[in-house]
């Protein structure tokens, strides 16, 4: 497809969707309430548990703060794919977009795409309230290493989220899948705690996901100030599950589609 028009058909979606969330300016304030009484929640967990317990060599709070904003980001921008093939189906236009001239694939990544604007968002607000209003150090950051960690770790959720579009072609269970999904990562990708607590064979486990690579490597590069050198095997085993992730979904979502216009399924919710 012409980069050109492809670039232009991203514009028009994003305008689209910015319009609609200027439409809804109340829903935006209560966002950040909530996300505010969340941050809170955590803050407070965090003193209940006592400043002597630091993970990974860093305060609880700061811990608890990086991790679960990542893993909200990648949850919610896996889910936006989900959505958007679920939405076509609700409101009947799948089959019609699936007979355009552009690929379903892409289509399916045009629709996901400006969402991811509003999760990079919401990722920032977080961060950004939880940091400032709580005052919380940060002695060292290493932008480098946390902006690299996050372009891999984003690359991953936009892997993850066309297979779970795809899941939605082929089974129309897919959001029952990815809260399945979500809440095993959740468990074992040390959003909470860190992976050190769990038993050793669970610890095998975990390093087999790639959100417990993201989460590490952006606490280490935010919190402890580790360098791009210092997490270079990280970060190679990030590139190396977006490079096979990645083609792999879209072969898997292509095949699906293809497979639910034959039997007529495409529609099916």
């Known amino acids: 497809m012409n980069l050109v028009r492809l670039a232009d058909k991203i514009l028009v979606i994003a305008r689209r969707d910015l319009l609609t969330a200027m439409r809804y300016r109340a829903g935006f304030w209560s966002h950040v309430i909530a996300t505010l009484v969340e941050i809170t929640g955590f803050y407070f967990l965090a003193r209940a548990v006592g400043p002597n317990y630091r993970p990974d060599g860093v305060s609880y709070f700061p811990f608890l703060l990086v991790g679960t904003s990542l893993y909200g980001f990648l949850l919610m921008g896996t889910n936006a794919f989900l959505d958007s093939v679920r939405e076509a189906q609700w409101n009947g236009t799948m089959e019609v977009l699936m007979t355009t001239s552009t690929p379903g694939p892409v289509i399916v990544l045009l629709t996901a795409v400006s969402a991811y604007g509003g999760r990079i968002f919401d990722l920032l607000l977080y961060l950004g309230l939880g940091f400032l209003l709580f005052r919380v150090p940060l002695p060292h950051p290493h932008v480098a290493a946390a902006l690299v960690v996050f372009i891999l770790s984003l690359l991953l959720a936009v892997g993850f989220g066309i297979g779970a579009a795809a899941l939605q072609v082929a089974t129309q269970k897919g959001s029952g899948l990815l809260w399945l999904f979500g809440s095993v990562v959740w468990l074992m990708s040390g959003t909470m705690f860190p992976v050190s607590v769990l038993p050793p064979w669970v610890q095998r486990i975990s390093w087999l996901i ?40 879209l072969y898997l979502l292509s095949a699906t589609l293809r497979h639910a216009r034959l039997r007529g399924t495409l529609s099916f919710y």
Do not use: M, N, Q
């Open 210 to 249: 790639p959100l417990t690579y993201s989460v590490e490597g952006l606490r280490a590069a935010l919190l402890r100030g580790a360098s791009l050198g210092d997490l270079s095997k990280l970060i190679s085993v990030l590139a190396v599950y977006a490079a096979v992730l990645i083609p792999a979904s």
